[in-house]
């Protein structure tokens, strides 16, 4: 499954409403409010086209089932750490400073395993964390999304 995603930011911008999120904990004790993107064409617009993204900020992709999920960077200003996570919120593939795409065909960041959440963070943030495979991410999702 190819998806075009990109961190759009957690946080609406003047004059439209504002999206879901909820709050992610690292094991290092940090947390960051997760955007939600959890309909296709939320998922397809991921970050797409803001300016940055804070330390404390990501977006949090929603599926369904676990599968694996491809994810490219058209259209985005900032480069970010892209964590694939299984239904039990374990780190299974980490991609660390994903760069923005620079020109067509734009590549894609697979995950080689099977994820039921993505994680978007601002590039580097994994290594700050000192996030690694297998580790919990711990958020409740709402309960329309359990």
Same mark, same amino acid.
């Given at each position: 499954?190819?998806?075009?995603? =990109?961190?759009?930011? %957690?946080?609406?911008? +003047? ?6 999120? /909820?709050?992610?904990?690292?094991? #290092?004790?940090s947390? +960051? ?6 309909? #296709? +064409? ?5 970050? &797409? ?9 990501? &977006?949090?992709?929603?599926?369904? =089932? ?7 960077? $058209?259209?985005m ?7 694939? /996570?299984? $239904? ?13 795409? +620079?020109?067509?065909? %734009? ?19 994994? #290594?700050?964390? $000192?996030?690694k ?7 409740? /999702?709402?309960?329309? /999304?359990?």
């Open positions: 499954m190819m998806l075009g995603f =990109v961190f759009a930011g %957690c946080f609406s911008t +003047a004059g439209q409403a504002p999206r879901r999120s /909820l709050q992610v904990f690292f094991p #290092d004790g947390a +960051a409010t997760a955007e939600l993107a959890v309909s #296709d +064409a939320e998922r397809q617009l991921g970050l &797409m086209f803001r300016p940055k993204i804070n330390d404390d900020q990501a &977006m949090l992709f929603i599926f369904e =089932v676990e599968d694996t999920h491809s994810f490219w960077m $058209k259209n200003r900032f480069p970010i750490d892209i964590l694939w /996570l299984d $239904k039990d919120r374990r780190i299974v593939h980490i991609e660390a400073r994903v760069p923005p795409c +620079a020109q067509d065909p %734009c590549p894609s960041y697979p995950s080689p395993q099977p994820a039921r959440f993505v994680l978007e963070i601002r590039s580097g943030g994994s #290594d700050t964390r $000192k996030l495979l297998y580790d919990r991410l711990d958020f409740v /999702l709402p309960r329309d /999304l359990r």
